[in-house]
């Protein structure tokens, strides 16, 4: 008896859970080294199945902020994310409760307007 549980618990075993598949990425900036106050990013992320991904922001000892959330299309999830502070910012994605790798964007002053930003 003891065997045929152990057989029947293998059955509804489902495929491994939803997870990003690598680490966020925002892009390349505008002025390719950092990120600009003001200035909006595409922020991508490879998942292993679909389903809602959400994005965070965190600032190095301090709990992280939400950017957003967008359910993933073709194993891909993508939100808009605009840096408000200056400073490194930790950037990562998390679906069904794991969390992807992270990047950090040093993100200084923006300046620009009209689809045009750029930080120095």
């Given amino acids: 008896m003891v065997g045929a549980g152990i057989g029947l618990a293998g059955i509804g075993a489902g495929p491994a859970q939803a997870a990003p598949s690598g680490p966020v990425d925002p892009g390349v900036p505008f002025s390719s080294v950092v990120y600009g106050t003001g ?10 199945a679909s389903g809602l991904v959400s994005f965070y922001e965190q600032r ?5 902020i939400l950017i957003g959330r967008a359910q993933a299309y073709q194993l891909v999830a993508t939100v808009w994310w605009t840096p408000r502070r ?16 992270s990047i950090v964007a040093r993100v200084h002053q923006g300046y620009g307007s009209g689809g ?5």
Avoid: K, M
């Fill in 39 to 48: 200035c909006t990013y595409s922020l991508v992320s490879p998942v292993n």
């Fill in 60 to 64: 190095r000892g301090y709990p992280p």
């Fill in 86 to 101: 200056i400073g490194d910012r930790i950037l990562y994605a998390e679906q069904n409760g794991v969390r992807g790798p």
């Fill in 116 to 120: 045009v930003c750029f930080a120095l």
